[in-house]
Every structure is written in C-alpha cells, then in structure tokens.
C-alpha cells in the first residue's frame, strides 16, 4: 500500500497533520465553536426561496465579483463601510489562505500568539511561509508592550490578532490592535470569528479609515449559525481587495453560495437573535465550573477554556461516551467548551460536576 512517505510531497509539508476536530454523530456536539441553535423556519423558508430562484441561473457561471453579496455585508458591518471594501470567500479560512498567498509566500513571515487558532500555522504551511509562535503573557492578555515588542523583534510580514482569541476566549483590546499597527511596515489581520459575542468591544473595522495594512475578518460561521454554507469575509483598503483577486480562483463563490449568504443577512436580526442567550448560558457556564472549583478563563467568545481537569483525556473520553463531544487541545489541565442551548449547558454542567464525583 502506497503511503505518504512514498510520495514525493513539498518539504514543508513532510510530518504535518490535517486539521482534525472529530465529527462524531453525538446528540450534543460543543467542540469546533458552532451555533448549536436551528435557524428560525420563516428564515429558512425565505433562504430556500432564494436559493430555488439561484438554481435556474446555475447553467451560467456565478458573478464573479459577487457585487450583491459585498454590498449586503458592507450594510451589515455599516461604519460607512463599500462593497469596494468588501471580500468574502468559502470561510475565513479561505479568506486567510489567500491573504498568505497575496503577501506571505516563501521567503517571508506569519507571526501569532499561541495558543491561538491551529489553522494559522497550517496555512503557513500550505503557502510556504514561515510560522512564528509567540507564547502569550500569563492569563493569555496582550498588552500593547508586548504587542509591540514582539512585532519589532520578529519583523513578521503578516501578523494575526485573534480576537476574541480561539482557544482562549480572550478579548483583544483596541489599544492593542492600535500599538500592533503602527509597530511594525506588515499586514495586520484581526480575527474577529467571534465578534458578534463580544458585547463590550467595538469591531475593529472602526479602525479601517487611513489604515490600508489593516485587514478585518469575519466569518458567518460562528455567531451567524451558518457554518455549513461556508462564507467568511473580509473588510479592508480597496487596494487590498485587489491583491486578493490575483489569487483568488475565478468564480470562486458558488452562485448558491452568494444567494444563500445574501439572504442570510436580508434576516441578519432572526440569525443573530440567539447570541444574547449563548452569552447568558456562557456566564452561567462559567459561574457552575468556578463553583465546582475549575479555572474558567475570560472569554468573549461563545466558548470557554477551562483549567483544573486532572486528567483532560479521561474527562473528554468520559463525556464523550455520554454523547457529549468537547475540544481537547492539549493544553496542560485544560479542555475548550462550546457555549451551547439551555438543555445543552445543563447537560455538560452535570456531566463535568458528576466526573469529580
Ligand atoms: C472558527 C474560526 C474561524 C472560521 O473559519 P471559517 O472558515 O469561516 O468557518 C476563523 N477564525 C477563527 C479563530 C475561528 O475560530
């Protein structure tokens, strides 16, 4: 049998890993971040509707600028925001991929803060750039002078803010995204998968106004219970939106793909309806397992990182075989939570207050 060693596969890639959550079919699934809430029915029938209305155009390729998809999500971001500083692609990982393969490359430099988003450095990987980890402060915090002191020890090309940061629930700070700017000449992509949860923080797409190496990501993955559909998207200089179109592939969003996402957001208020109770299920969330005696760390996002599980595998395992499915990360003590419905939360409440038992 022919394996991978077998093959004449880049350097680079010699001994990586797939990116590889699991997909178990179990009634609770609270490990890669999702919505756990079903989109409203009159939502979807009006989605349907437009995707029905799609499929009779499907003989022709799709808008390849997709112009009405931009326009809708420069309306949903607002701050004045054009569909000329619009983007989007299949997921924020795709967003991300071409955003390396526009201004990284080989020769040149992703720098992040770990533990972080385990995509960053396999799309270092895929469009041969160079990784490099910086390990967050204690308690997982930026801070503008460590921000900065990173960025003008390294000189990285590109650097990634992951706010609120994924595994930790992090928030980023505006002071800091600010500091990281202007301390080094690269591109400075933030993160924002999780914004949408963060009730205190304003997006950093304020921020875009003079500042044409900022890059702002989104996804309607998270907050937006469309992970399926695969949309994320991007906002930033006009002249940035530019370089993604020498590397994107023609026609690149599914004719499908644009209808289903532009109806989404015509029902932006029905899709995010949910967001206030996942914050309400996080704190009580957090407030059970700080009782129970684990270490919850702050979040705002629609997950937890928890510290304290003496044996993170067993614990996993354990609630695994009850049908719940959580994040094994590998940090030391630690396991990572999605925030999901009422029932969900109290099920994984018992399920961790019965492993001490
Ligand atoms: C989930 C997630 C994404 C979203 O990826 P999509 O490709 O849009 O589904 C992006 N960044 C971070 C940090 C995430 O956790």
């Known amino acids: 049998m022919t394996s991978l060693s077998d093959l004449p596969l880049r350097d680079n890639l010699v001994g990586q890993e797939p990116y590889g959550a699991p997909q178990d079919a179990v009634p609770i ?16 029938e009006d989605i349907v509707a437009s995707l029905a209305e799609a499929v009779r155009g499907v003989n022709r390729y799709p808008d390849r600028e997709f112009v009405e998809l931009r326009t809708a999500l420069a309306g949903y971001l607002g701050h004045g925001l054009t569909a000329e500083q619009l983007w989007a692609a299949n997921g924020s990982n795709e967003v991300l991929q071409q955003i390396l393969q526009a201004f990284g490359g080989p020769g040149r430099t ?90 205190e923080r304003e997006s950093s797409v304020a921020l875009l106004p003079g500042r044409h190496r900022l890059l702002v990501s989104r996804t309607m993955s998270k907050a937006f219970a469309f992970a399926g559909v695969r949309l994320g998207y991007l906002a930033a200089d006009p002249a940035v939106i530019d370089a993604l179109r020498l590397v994107r592939l023609p026609y690149h969003l599914s004719a499908l793909t644009q209808a289903a996402a532009t109806a989404a957001i015509r029902h932006s208020g ?41 044996d993170p595998t067993g614990a996993f395992e354990t609630l695994r075989a009850q049908g719940i499915l959580i994040r094994n990360l590998g940090i030391e003590g630690h396991l990572r939570l999605t925030v999901g419905t009422e029932p969900e939360t109290t099920a994984l409440i018992d399920a961790i207050a019965a492993l001490g038992a």
């Not at 890669?32 to 079903?38: A, F, G, K, L, S």
């Not at 397992?289 to 760390?297: N, S």
């Open 29 to 44: 699934s609270l490990n890669v971040n999702e919505n756990t809430h079903p989109i409203p029915d009159p939502v979807i």
């Open 110 to 199: 992703l720098l992040s803060f770990s533990p972080t988003y385990s995509m960053y450095p396999l799309l270092a990987s895929g469009t041969d750039t160079g990784w490099i980890d910086v390990p967050r402060p204690e308690g997982y915090a930026l801070t503008p002078e460590f921000t900065v002191a990173a960025l003008r020890e390294h000189r990285p090309d590109i650097a990634i803010l992951c706010g609120p940061n994924n595994p930790t629930g992090t928030p980023l700070d505006r002071d800091v995204v600010l500091a990281a700017y202007d301390a080094f000449d690269g591109i400075l992509i933030v993160d924002e998968a999780y914004q949408e949860f963060d009730a």
């Open 270 to 310: 029905e899709m995010l309806a949910t967001v206030a109770d996942i914050r309400e299920q996080r704190d009580r969330l957090a407030t059970a397992l700080t009782e129970l005696g684990y270490e919850v760390h702050p979040s705002g996002a629609n997950f937890l990182l928890v510290g304290g599980f003496a």
